[in-house]
Structures are given as structure tokens and as C-alpha cells.
């Protein structure tokens, strides 16, 4: 039995090295539930269907904002441009407590009532129409009922454990030369 425990996590490990090799955008899922805000930095998020539309996030169970989501019904993201990595760093914080992730930061609402941090690339205002148990997440299906974007700067970029930036095309193409 305690060999199934080592092997299950040994696993873990390997997938958790492999999946430094995906590289990602960066995000922030935020919820609001009668008074209560929560966020947190997700890269588990992925556009599913345009037409209706639809996106997932993928959030552990044992997490602040899994319960605002589930409680609510419904969730926001923001893209992060390439400037706002204290900003996922601030939301990725397991130390903060409920309402301190959102202090001092400007937001905005769309339709939900969940609050999208300003200077994103893009927000989405989402109500979840499906969520799945898997493993020690909740994979949320969710209906994008409010979309907002500027898509003028850069994304944040997450890669082996470390924040990045795109090149510009431009500087690429300067420095073949």
C-alpha cells in the first residue's frame, strides 16, 4: 500500500516537472459572494467555444475562491499584460487573507458583479454552466456573458517557474539582422 502512496506521488512529481515545460499566459479568476471578493493567479484557463461562448478553469477545491465560485455561480478573469507580474504574484500569495488580494486595486465589474483588475489585457465576466470534480480540482465550464479587451501590450508570460515577456516582432526581425 505505502509503495501505490510513493508511485502516486512520485507521479505528481514527474507532471508537476513536465508541466514546466508548458508555457502559459497569466490570469487572475475573481469572484464576489455577498460582500466577500476572493481572487487568485490561474493558468489553468483555456477558451472552449465561440459559438455559444465558452471558457474553463481549472481551481483546487481546497482554495478561497473555489468557494466564492461555487457560492456565486459565477467568476471574472483578467489577462494580465507583461507589466503586471506583481500583480500574480500578489494573487498567487496563500498567506493573504480574503479581502487583502483586492485592497488598494482598481476594478471594475460587467455584469456579475465579479471584480476584473483594471490595466488587464482583457476581462471576461463568466457564469459557470458546468463543474466537474477532477482529482483535487473543479474543472468550471462557464458561459462568457461579458467580454472587454485591449490588446495593444504584451501578455504576461509563465514558463519553468518564471515570469516572461514576448518580443516585439519588430525587435525580432531587427535582431536577425
Known sequence: METDILTAAQRADELRTAMRAWTSGVTVV?????????GMTVSSFTSISLDPPLIAISLQTASRTHDVVV?????GVTILAAGQQELSERFANRQTTMGERLDGLETETLVTGAPLLKGGL????????QSIPCGMNTLFVAEVVAVRGDDH???????????HRLEEESTKNTKAK
Open 153 to 163: 501590450d504584451a501578455p504576461l508570460v509563465y514558463h519553468d517557474r518564471t515570469y
Open 30 to 38: 475573481t469572484a464576489f459572494w455577498q460582500g466577500e471578493r476572493h
Open 71 to 75: 457560492k456565486s455561480g459565477a467568476f
Open 122 to 129: 482583457a476581462y471576461l465576466d463568466c457564469r459557470v454552466t
